[in-house]
């Protein structure tokens, strides 16, 4: 398939360029004014979730224009390629099929001209039986103890996305067991995590591709000799140790029984793993029937991406928009606010889904971007943030869009706690569209008391523009179906505008880069000779390095 020729030179950009001219300076508050029915025309529902994206620097105008863009870009084509199994990981020559894991339909999914569709249901169906053994106790530790923990190993993608539906469904967990992410090559993380454990009652899944990235396997040596010294021994480590990995031969070594070795195929990538057996510690935690659901709820958004009408489509309706934003307003940050304890973790995962998929400068021919590409994601948890950065997303220099999201039901009801939650989370998203102007501003100080001049100078430090855009995503409650939906719904966005901006969203480079050089650092700072060809300042941080330990 063949993309329309440059970007920038297209018709349909070119006309986004002149409309944004237009419309640059307009108020949004000004077309709210005119338009009793914007809420309304500019909402969607899909997947049990609902999107009011009212509150954008956006006409109807806008809108067929970025639907023009999308058309001339052959969106739908490109949507319909991800899921036929083609091979749009072109730097890796592999499909992008994380859809294939959660696929309740009857379609086949070939990939190299057989049906995956079998392996990925035994896999499930594996993954089933060990979690029946684990949460009925009919498999247990090494002292006959049913286990109360289990730690899972892994790093990116193999713990960002199952810590956040963990923490997500954490009204789930229903088996007695806790449940413990080891990620982050730190001695203070593994140290933290493990005094809190009993090695004769503890599990734990090793999750990593390869079996060899450098944080995951360290982590797993060192559980690994702790098991060992602490009351274990090598005849018992297949009975505490389990993994998710290709390399079988690896894991096997490691102490781990081939028949509790979960597979990982090269078509999903890390960042979208949490519907493999990469959620096995959330399966442990929640229960298969429940995980079963989650990814009924992203299959359900993911029927909807592929096959809903452009101008109806939700993850496509998101990334156009942010298109519109990163493209033509310059922007350079999107903010994501959840209003939900449970959902808390979730920034971190789309900061890594985003990121690592967008946060590129080539495109998919080879060729440098003559225009900007993914932003810099981040945000907080409900009104911890508005005590915190909200200050900037009102009164700063440069305005980040933001998601606000929203359940409208608590799991733990208390008096009106959920409705003042709720209350903040309209109201900033209000505050943000209509803003105080320096009049309002005079007003309120001269009713509190203040002198008309003492107003006319305070007035200024307390005016708010406004008319900066946010989505508001709402839904009942989050429920595994729901949490389903909602990752899935980012997982398609983030797509779609890769797919707009020509860029590969499933290759990380920039990641493998970071990991090679590691390995040179590492064998640096583990002897007393610094290779030639680092830079000055690498070598003096190693030096600085060597002269702080050897005072230790």
Not at 22 to 29: G, P, R, S, V
Not at 78 to 91: L, P, V
Not at 464 to 472: A, D, E, H, K, V
């Amino acid at each position: 398939m063949t993309l329309a020729s440059s970007l920038t030179q297209s018709e349909s950009w070119k006309t986004l360029e002149r409309h944004y001219g237009e419309i640059k300076d307009q108020h949004m508050l000004d077309w709210f004014a005119t338009d009793p029915n914007r809420f309304e025309d500019f909402h969607l529902s899909a997947a049990g979730l609902s999107l009011d994206f009212s509150k954008n620097r956006a006409t109807r105008d806008t809108l067929h224009y970025l639907l023009q863009l999308a058309n001339e870009r052959e969106l739908p084509a490109q949507i319909n390629a991800m899921f036929e199994g083609e091979a749009i990981n072109r730097s890796e020559n592999r499909p992008a099929l994380h859809t294939a894991l959660r696929n309740f339909s009857d379609r086949q999914i070939m990939v190299d001209g057989s049906d995956i569709m079998p392996e990925i249901r035994d896999t499930v169906h594996r993954m089933e039986e060990f979690c029946w053994k684990i949460r009925r106790n009919q498999w247990r530790g090494y002292n006959n103890a049913p286990f109360t923990d289990v730690v899972s190993i892994g790093i990116g993608g193999s713990f960002l996305g199952p810590k956040l539906a963990s923490s997500a469904l954490k009204p789930y967990w229903d088996s007695g067991l806790n449940v413990h992410y080891l990620a982050n090559i730190d001695g203070t993380h593994i140290t933290e995590i493990l005094k809190r454990l009993n090695p004769a009652t503890t599990l734990f899944i090793i999750q990593s591709k390869s079996f060899g990235t450098q944080e995951t396997l360290k982590n797993a040596l060192a559980c690994r000799q702790w098991f060992l010294s602490n009351g274990g021994c090598e005849e018992y480590l297949a009975k505490h140790f389990t993994a998710v990995s290709s390399n079988v031969e690896k894991a096997v070594e490691f102490g781990i029984a081939e028949e509790n070795i979960f597979p990982m195929w090269d078509w999903v990538g890390g960042r979208y793993s949490l519907w493999s057996a990469i959620g096995l510690p959330l399966a442990l935690a929640i229960g298969i029937d429940n995980f079963r659901d989650m990814l009924r709820g992203a299959h359900q958004m993911d029927e909807h991406f592929r096959t809903a009408p452009l101008a109806q489509n939700m993850p496509v309706i998101m990334a156009l928009l942010g298109v519109w934003y990163v493209n033509f307003f310059g922007v350079n940050s999107h903010a994501i606010l959840p209003y939900d304890h449970y959902l808390r973790s979730l920034p971190a995962h789309l900061q890594q889904l985003d990121m690592e998929s967008n946060g590129k400068s080539v495109t998919l021919d080879g060729r440098r971007v003559d225009y900007h590409t993914g932003p810099v994601i981040w945000g907080g948890v409900g009104t911890n943030g508005q005590h915190a950065f909200h200050q900037l997303l009102h009164q700063g220099t440069h305005f980040s869009p933001c998601d606000f999201i929203m359940p409208m039901c608590s799991h733990n009801p208390i008096d009106n706690f959920h409705a003042m939650l709720v209350s903040n989370c309209l109201s900033q998203s209000q505050a943000l569209l209509q803003g105080k102007t320096e009049q309002q501003a005079i007003d309120e100080l001269i009713a509190d008391g203040k002198s008309e001049a003492e107003a006319m100078v305070l007035a200024r430090q307390k005016v708010i523009t406004g008319n900066r855009p946010s989505n508001t995503l709402y839904f009942p409650k989050a429920k595994p179906q729901t949490v389903g939906a909602l990752i899935a719904l980012y997982e398609h966005k983030v797509a779609a505008q890769g797919m707009i901006w020509g860029v590969n969203s499933f290759d990380q480079w920039g990641v493998e880069l970071g990991k090679k050089l590691g390995n040179k650092v590492l064998e640096a700072l583990e002897s007393d000779r610094i290779p030639d060809a680092f830079d000055g300042s690498t070598n003096g941080l190693i030096r600085a390095f060597h002269a702080m330990q050897s005072k230790l």
